[in-house]
């Protein structure tokens, strides 16, 4: 029997996967291996980028900052997954489903901001390589970072107050964490509002980003097309074609979820998209934009070196 659910003593049952117990056990290994090895490649980021003087750039101040972000975006919702494939809890008060719920898209708007900062970085550097470090100064590069943290919390306020004085007609969410279309599943009251504000909310986050995105990339592209050596065009390209392969995963598979005027109810396809953006990109994120770069594999062979 469905009840009105309301007051911060609420709670709700989350749905999670459609599979057998023995399936959730190995998602819960698969899920587990991939968080711990995110959480330790981040840190090691972060470590290097802090202690290394040679890392002492734009660039890595801004992998270092993307790293924090992902470990925190990150922890919202796979420890509270983890627990969820192993049968012990399938609650979340209506509190924690809200902070859940405002920390997952602030944090996820903040990167969204992040990755377009970088490839602003990366334009800088390969169209104006000499005036790169004039540009590119401490100053504002810390004045990038704090306003994709400030664009990223500000913007999704709004959204969780407006949630949070909907009534809710039944407690299972069809999800593994508090996505917003399933929560709107779950309401009785109007959320026409809340859904217009939602799409406007994300399609400014995303378009705007992945806009500055584009554009940067259009004129990279531009400006390696117009090297005369291939080597040079090589050189240039391996410096940003790891990063437009997270922007075209992560903003792909964020922009099909969320940019859109209705709540989907197509649960099952939302949270195999969901697991690509908050477990798998960002398990590969340390990879693709750190290890395989040389200054990071020195500065980490100079550490391992010097604890021996």
Known sequence: MDMNISGHQAYFILHGFSASQFWHWNFFVVILVMYLLTITGNIIIITIVLIDSLLNSP??????????????????????????????????????????FFFFFSLGSAECFLLAVMSYDRYCAICNPLLYNAIMNRSLCCYLVLACWIGGFFPNLFPTVLLSYLNFCGRYIQHFFCDLSPLLQLSCSITNS???LNFLTASAIVLLSFSVTLWTYIRIIITIVAIPSTTGKFKSFSTCASHLTVVIIFFGTVAFVYVRPKASKDFELNKVLSVVYIVLTPVVNPLIYSFRNKDIKAAIKKLILNKR
């Open 194 to 196: 809340l859904q217009t």
């Open 59 to 100: 660039m890595y101040f801004f992998i270092g900052n993307l790293s924090f972000i992902e470990m925190l975006y990150t922890s919202v919702t796979i420890p509270n997954l983890l627990v969820l494939l192993t049968g012990k809890s399938k609650s979340i008060s209506l509190s924690g489903c809200l902070t859940q």
